[in-house]
């Protein structure tokens, strides 16, 4: 694709992403892409709900309803957009990002982030072991023949979600203090907090849209344009942060019972659990998977990252622990899993 400039661009043009919307705005991350977007107060924020939905947006946010089963509902709420997130739960129809890619050509949206927020998309292997691909490549797929451009946000596990959740996530029972190692429990990999992501999704569209001229160096959203968009918050293991946990806590190791289990007979496991039907046993492999140390989790050394050019801050550790901690205790995992088990 030839590179486009700003200069060449027709009247009216104004370099800048100003109308965004957002499917699953109410979620766990596309809550604070919303959130982040508003902040910088150069965003008009619309979330794309289904009819019916009770869910929690920010304030600021604008509510268009739709019927996934009615085009042309979702087309309307589209119309006047230039970007579109789309953040579903692992739970939804397989058809909605297809019924959302569609629709958003038809309203004249130019940019799609399709449902992402994982693993290394460029991985070819970690994809197709992890179950990730077919859903991935289709969505990129699917953007690419609407004629629109896609960025592929890539930020593994969320950190503060993965730490708290239980065994099968990231190996910790917190509230029984328990922690499960893979292999030795020192092979670090990306990781990513709610909150950067969101920070990544508004930073990158606060650039400029594509560069003034053959002169301008400065970073633009068209640099990302049907490309992966790689950030981070952390590179660690899972002894990384049993370590941080002990600060949070004030424990030690010693007041925790920690088991040991082989990434691979893990995964396998995962997969056997899930082919009953049960989601449990697709966080067991997916996350095994990642932890596999031939250093498929660590993008960063392979792909390097986009936190720089965005302008992402260097976060907390401990912080972030210390959230995922209040969230074990008040019961999150519990919540989360049984939605998880119901499916």
């Known amino acids: 694709m030839s590179?486009?400039?700003?200069?060449?661009?027709?009247?009216?043009?104004?370099?800048?992403?100003?109308?965004?919307?957002?499917?699953?705005?109410?979620?766990?991350?596309?809550?604070?892409?919303?959130?982040?977007?508003?902040?910088?107060?150069?965003?008009?924020?619309?979330?794309?709900?289904?009819?019916?939905?009770?869910?929690?947006?920010?304030?600021?946010?604008?509510?268009?309803?739709?019927?996934?089963?009615?085009?042309?509902?979702?087309?309307?709420?589209?119309?006047?957009?230039?970007?579109?997130?789309?953040?579903?739960?692992?739970?939804?129809?397989?058809?909605?990002?297809?019924?959302?890619?569609?629709?958003?050509?038809?309203?004249?949206?130019?940019?799609?982030?399709?449902?992402?927020?994982?693993?290394?998309?460029?991985?070819?292997?970690?994809?197709?072991?992890?179950?990730?691909?077919?859903?991935?490549?289709?969505?990129?797929?699917?953007?690419?023949?609407?004629?629109?451009?896609?960025?592929?946000?890539?930020?593994?596990?969320?950190?503060?979600?993965?730490?708290?959740?239980?065994?099968?996530?990231?190996?910790?029972?917190?509230?029984?203090?328990?922690?499960?190692?893979?292999?030795?429990?020192?092979?670090?990999?990306?990781?990513?907090?709610?909150?950067?992501c969101g920070r990544a999704a508004a930073h990158l569209l606060s650039l400029k849209e594509l560069p003034d001229d053959e002169n301008d160096q400065s970073p633009t959203v068209s640099q990302w344009r049907n490309k992966g968009l790689y950030i981070s918050s952390f590179l660690a293991s899972q002894r990384d942060m049993l370590d941080s946990l002990n600060r949070v806590l004030g424990t030690t190791d010693g007041d925790w019972q920690i088991e040991y289990e082989p990434s691979d007979v893990r995964y396998k496991r995962g997969l056997q659990i899930f082919q009953t039907g049960n989601l449990v046993g697709f966080a067991l492999a997916l996350y095994s998977r990642a932890f596999y140390p031939n250093g498929d989790g660590n993008y960063e050394a392979k792909q390097g990252l986009a936190n720089k050019a965005l302008g992402l801050p260097e976060e907390d550790f401990d912080e972030a622990t210390k959230l995922a901690v209040e969230m074990a205790e008040e019961g999150f995992a519990a919540r989360r899993a049984a939605t998880l088990t119901k499916h």
Not at 76 to 83: H, I, N, P, S, V
């Open 3 to 196: 590179i486009k400039y700003a200069k060449d661009q027709p009247a009216g043009f104004t370099n800048r992403i100003e109308n965004v919307a957002i499917v699953g705005a109410g979620g766990q991350v596309g809550k604070h892409i919303a959130e982040e977007l508003l902040k910088t107060g150069k965003h008009n924020v619309t979330a794309i709900t289904r009819f019916g939905s009770d869910s929690e947006l920010a304030a600021g946010v604008k509510v268009v309803q739709v019927d996934y089963d009615d085009e042309q509902t979702i087309v309307d709420a589209l119309k006047g957009q230039q970007f579109l997130f789309i953040s579903l739960a692992v739970t939804a129809p397989k058809d909605t990002q297809a019924k959302l890619i569609a629709a958003a050509a038809k309203a004249g949206v130019s940019w799609i982030m399709p449902n992402s927020y994982g693993l290394d998309l460029a991985n070819k292997e970690v994809m197709k072991d992890t179950l990730g691909a077919p859903a991935a490549e289709a969505g990129v797929a699917a953007v690419e023949k609407a004629g629109l451009s896609w960025v592929y946000m890539t930020c593994s596990f969320w950190y503060e979600y993965s730490l708290s959740m239980g065994d099968s996530w990231y190996g910790f029972d917190i509230p029984n203090k328990k922690v499960t190692f893979f292999d030795d429990g020192k092979t670090r990999i990306n990781t990513s907090t709610w909150r950067q």
